[in-house]
């Protein structure tokens, strides 16, 4: 019987009138809910809406996807351990420009939208910046047209829900997927084996390929990816961010089970369910460390199993892989995609060395997004030879070509030749994955102009002189749709009526709004936006912490994952000596001031979670002292996540930037609270020196050492103790720390943690003291000034358009992809 093909017909668009969507919208209910009206629930109605807005999704997405294969054009293919994308229901009405539709729709079923909306949990992919970042670029791409899939690991609890019990973080499960996930669309067809452990048979089965070797792995899991449409503005086109799950091959070992080992007979089950249980295991101990490698390879192997199969099925020859595929590295954590890469075209491509290392090089980029050596991710060489042989034999190969290389051809020395190793020699070795990503990629790229110098001066400075070519910058960016337009509609809005609608399509010509920052009837304006935003705040603390705080205070903000090159600890003993202040000299005209933090430090980070500790300690005493008047609040926000930061950033006046100088390779928050109307307090770090460059030194207060001065300190000997000696505040406040005076049911809990910045202050707490105080003091006096601060607040928004990831992408897909003209 002959296989005809049937003619399809032709998608049209969906109608998006409020009529249509209300109906659409009563079927879903009805018919994949399976409720009616009166009986639906809250999250009866979210799950209903979603379906809808999908189905209108699902349409520009199956067309993009086709328009992609018809091309025939180059794909960016994005590899992150971390995808922090949000809730995404607001994210795909805005960008599809239907959201006053739906809420039209829901309106006549009786339903408030602002109520489903906030029943949408946020999805448990990330913590940080990086994660955020991944996602901004993910939306970015599909903004400015490139065809595009991100790559990660479908997280079922996250890194973790963050309680604060006692003042103390407490770690419990992310539930994200309790309610399953309606935006996503599991694609077992697209299933891949991933094995670990095993021998490596000195030459391939059918003893072909010279370079060939047959890998027999131990053990075997089955990854199965999970699909979510990504929207871009005005939804002209839908990416797709392909997140990866872990099956076990035997579900159940039923000769265990009958035998009665209950248990046992789901040790496979376990084991393959850990691999995507946790976001960041804590990696303390060795079973933490193996559980990493085993996520990074996991989700490494079946991406690049995944793109080297489109490849091949729609091009053939994998030679052309670099012409129709551009493979990022979002970081260390997917670096042994370069070995698995090799693996793939060697062993299974039959390519001989030389040429899978050729195709390796010429596909894939690596941006490094920190100089922290414990960032830099190495692994124990016994543990990641007996999980990955064969990628350790590949490794090795590598590694045997490049100082080849380096000793012949460039003439390094052996300091110069163990500075560029794979694998580091000192004490136990192991093996680098900056330097593995580094040397297997055309582009190796820096987050800002200050990280990208210090990338080429200290940690790559060998293997930039091995190739001074490859180390380029291309700063950071936040999208505008989701840190202004929907987080802050209000300030979209006033932008809107003073200037147009061209800064919609284009951040950077927010330029227009400058002179209205001389304009007293705009700034009351913009003024009234930025109080409405507190408001909204103080009343959601209030709601959920039992916090009251006077919106009309300057609000001070630090929100960001704790760790102490961030500097809370700088931020809360600041805080302190501002307490102590108020209380001594009651007469002096105080600015009321609202101190806000929020963050999550990693489980197995004492310090860190220390400094929580210090906050709300130091909260109980300042916020309950009568002494204060009220001038003085300060509180820790748990649980900080996407959702969290769209409704502090909006309301936030100051934004708090104080990284030790040269730590910090970019920042995004600092740009997210500039858009915002904040003022910035930064050190001249990461992404700050170029806001300051954007909105002006004197729309900014900048103080501390800079990372010169800091790396100048360190290397001659810097005496802390001589400077807090020296410092009235900085000395007073440390003491009372120290002494318990914040911790009376235990005096000793700082002592260590005050002793670390006498004895050696790594994170320059002390040397940057005084000049940070004087710059806060100086910002009550210009708090003060209503006209001066609204002034420079409208030109930090105006001025930092150029801080769009829209801009970033576009730098990226043309001077590294070149997948745009």
């Not at 229901?89 to 039209?104: F, K, P």
């Not at 091949?312 to 042994?336: E, S």
């Not at 300051?692 to 010169?708: C, D, P, S, Y």
């Not at 440390?734 to 700082?750: C, E």
Request: aromatic share 8%.
């Amino acid at each position: 019987m002959q296989n005809t093909m049937v003619a399809l017909p032709q998608l049209q668009p969906r109608p998006t009138d409020p009529d249509t969507l209300a109906a659409e919208i009563v079927e879903r209910l009805t018919h994949r809910i399976g409720k009616n009206a009166k009986a639906a629930k809250p999250h009866d109605w979210l799950a209903a809406t979603i379906a809808s807005i999908r189905d209108v999704v699902i349409d520009r997405w199956i067309a993009s996807t086709t328009k992609t294969y018809e091309e025939g054009g180059k794909r960016v293919y994005y590899l992150s351990l971390e995808f922090l994308i949000g809730r995404l229901m607001r994210d795909a009405m805005s960008n599809l420009g239907i959201m006053e539709d739906v809420r039209a729709a829901l309106d006549k079923l009786g339903v408030d939208l602002d109520m489903v909306k906030e029943l949408e949990p946020d999805a448990a992919l990330g913590n940080g910046g990086l994660g955020r970042l991944a996602a901004c670029f993910m939306e970015s791409m599909a903004t400015v047209d490139v065809p595009a899939y991100g790559y990660g690991i479908r997280y079922v609890n996250g890194m973790f829900r963050q309680e604060i019990h006692d003042g103390w973080q407490v770690e419990l499960p992310e539930t994200w997927l309790a309610h399953g996930n309606p935006w996503e669309f599991e694609r077992r067809e697209a299933s891949y084996e991933v094995g670990f452990g095993g021998l490596v048979d000195p030459l391939a089965a059918d003893g072909s390929g010279a370079d060939a070797r047959n890998w027999k792995p131990s053990e075997r899991v089955i990854a199965t990816p999970y699909d979510t449409p990504v929207v871009g503005w005005r939804g002209e086109r839908v990416n797709t961010l392909r997140l990866w799950t872990a099956v076990p091959i035997d579900p159940i070992l039923l000769d265990a089970f009958n035998a009665g080992d209950h248990i046992g007979a789901l040790k496979e089950s376990n084991k393959a369910d850990s691999l995507t249980r946790v976001l960041y295991p804590a990696d303390s101990h060795i079973a933490g460390q193996e559980l990493r490698l085993r996520q990074e390879y996991f989700f490494s192997s079946a991406s690049l199993q995944d793109i080297v199969r489109r490849h091949v099925q729609y091009f053939g020859d994998i030679r052309t892989l670099p012409d129709k595929a551009a493979i990022q590295l979002n970081d260390t954590h997917p670096a042994v995609s370069v070995a698995e890469l090799m693996r793939l075209l060697i062993d299974v491509h039959e390519l001989t060395f030389d040429e899978a290392w050729d195709v390796t090089r010429r596909t894939f980029a690596y941006t490094n997004h920190t100089l922290l050596p414990e960032a830099l991710e190495t692994w124990p060489l016994p543990l990641f030879e007996r999980l990955l042989p064969r990628h350790m034999q590949l490794i090795y190969a590598i590694n045997a070509k490049i100082l080849i290389e380096a000793r012949r051809e460039k003439g390094f020395d052996d300091a110069g030749i163990s500075a560029i190793s794979l694998i580091d020699e000192g004490g136990e070795r192991r093996v680098r994955m900056a330097n593995l990503a580094f040397a297997g990629s055309h582009s190796v790229n820096g987050v800002a102009a200050l990280h990208t110098e210090l990338m080429k001066e200290t940690v790559f400075a060998d293997l930039h002189r091995m190739y001074p070519d490859r180390i380029n910058n291309k700063t950071n960016g936040v999208t505008p749709r989701r840190w202004l337009m929907q987080c802050n509609p209000a300030l979209t809005s006033l932008c809107r009526e003073a200037i147009g609608d061209a800064f919609l399509d284009d951040t950077e010509a927010l330029t227009a709004l400058v002179p209205f920052a001389d304009d007293a009837a705009f700034r009351e304006k913009f003024r009234a936006v930025k109080q409405a935003n507190k408001v909204a705040l103080a009343n959601l603390l209030r709601e959920r912490m039992g916090l009251r705080i006077d919106p009309t205070a300057l609000f001070d903000v630090q929100i960001k994952r704790i760790h102490e090159y961030k500097r809370q600890l700088l931020n809360i003993i600041e805080a302190v000596a501002l307490y102590d202040q108020i209380r001594s000299h009651p007469e002096r005209d105080w600015q009321p001031r609202v101190k806000l933090f929020g963050g999550k430090a990693a489980p197995s980070y004492h310090n860190a979670k220390l400094i929580i500790k210090l906050i709300n300690d130091v909260a109980r005493v300042v916020n309950h002292d009568p002494a204060v008047q009220g001038l003085l609040k300060i509180a820790f926000v748990p649980n900080y996540n996407v959702s969290m930061a769209e409704v502090i950033i909006p309301a936030a006046d100051l934004s708090e930037q104080i990284s030790t100088a040269g730590m910090e390779a970019s920042g995004t928050g600092n740009m997210k609270f500039a858009l915002n109307g904040a003022l910035t307090i930064g050190t001249l770090d990461g992404a700050n020196i170029e806001i300051m460059e954007h909105v002006g030194r004197e729309n900014i207060k900048i103080f501390g050492l800079t990372a010169q001065e800091v790396a100048e300190r360190r290397a001659n000997g810097y005496t802390p103790r001589a400077i807090i000696e020296g410092s009235r505040e900085l000395g007073q406040a440390l003491s009372s720390i120290r002494s318990g005076v914040f911790s009376p049911d235990d005096p000793d809990r700082y002592r260590d943690l005050i002793d670390g910045i006498y004895d050696h202050d790594w994170f320059m707490i002390a040397a940057d003291f005084d000049s940070y105080h004087t710059a806060q003091r100086e910002l009550d006096d210009l708090w003060g000034d209503k006209a001066n601060w609204d002034a420079q607040a409208v030109r930090n928004t105006a001025r930092v358009g150029w801080f769009s990831s829209d801009r970033t992408i576009r730098q990226y897909a043309r001077e590294i992809w070149k997948v745009l003209d």
